[in-house]
């Protein structure tokens, strides 16, 4: 499946899992590690897990497996897909870590031509 895909199907699935502070940034121009990054905060570690479930099962669905996963039982998981890298956070790992401004001069992008509209909106 082509990066942007994994970029659209996982960022709709944190969405409307209800993650805070999403964000995608391509970063294909500044490193070879992946096309791009999605960065989310959740709001308890409970939430982290849900929320990178969520992206598990919505790409599994999809016949997109992860090819490594980090920190199941911390408040930081990274779900390695290659060309895309879900980071789900709690808020103090995510101002910790702070990615968005270590990862500065990437891309970001508007989410808002990606996720779907909410039903019942």
Avoid at 17 to 26: N, V
Avoid at 107 to 119: F, G, H, N
């Amino acid at each position: 499946m082509e990066s942007q895909n994994i970029l659209n199907i996982s960022a709709n699935a944190l969405n409307n899992k209800k993650a805070k502070q999403l964000k995608a940034l391509k970063i294909d121009n500044l490193t070879t590690l992946a096309d791009y990054f999605v960065i989310a905060t959740a709001t308890s570690s409970t939430h982290v897990r849900a929320l990178a479930d969520e992206v598990e099962e919505k790409l599994a669905e999809q016949g997109v497996e992860p090819h490594h996963i980090e920190g199941k039982t911390t408040g930081w998981i990274v779900l390695d897909y290659a060309s895309v890298i879900v980071h789900v956070f709690t808020p103090n790992e995510r101002e910790f870590y702070n990615l968005d401004s270590m990862w500065s001069d990437a891309t970001e992008i508007d989410l808002t031509t990606i996720l779907d509209e909410a039903e019942g909106d």
